[in-house]
């Protein structure tokens, strides 16, 4: 019954922004962690951003550092991934996930498509 609504996808112009949302609920951990993976065209699903619920500690991919930016609203127990500067490599479906430590997928969302275009 764990749930992850994913949102804020879509199209948008190289040079622009996102704003991606993860809303998790049904789990059970004390201390877990909310994190995005993203899939390109032939590649393998890998880590960009990751976060701590407890403390914020973060995680960010090499290539996104400085461009994308995680939050988290413990309230709501969700997070956000705030991409700017978009680049056309940037594009593949963002997945969330949930797990006792950063980084865990142990829950999946549905993914949301990001496209940049030139």
């Known amino acids: 019954e764990v749930q992850l609504v994913e949102s804020g996808g879509g199209l948008v112009q190289a040079g622009g922004s996102l704003r991606l949302s993860c809303a998790a609920s049904?789990?059970?951990?004390?201390?877990?962690?909310i994190n995005w993976f993203q899939q390109a065209p032939g590649k393998e699903r890998e880590a960009v951003s990751c976060?701590?619920?407890?403390?914020?500690?973060?995680y960010y991919k090499y290539t996104v550092k400085g461009r994308f930016t995680i939050s988290r609203d413990n309230a709501k127990n969700t997070a956000y991934l705030q991409m700017n500067s978009l680049k056309p490599e940037d594009t593949a479906i963002y997945y969330c996930t949930i797990g006792p430590g950063l980084c865990a997928y142990d829950y999946w969302g549905q993914g949301t498509q990001v496209t940049v275009s030139s």
């Open positions: 976060i701590r619920m407890s403390d914020g500690v973060s």
């Open positions: 049904g789990f059970t951990f004390d201390d877990y962690a």
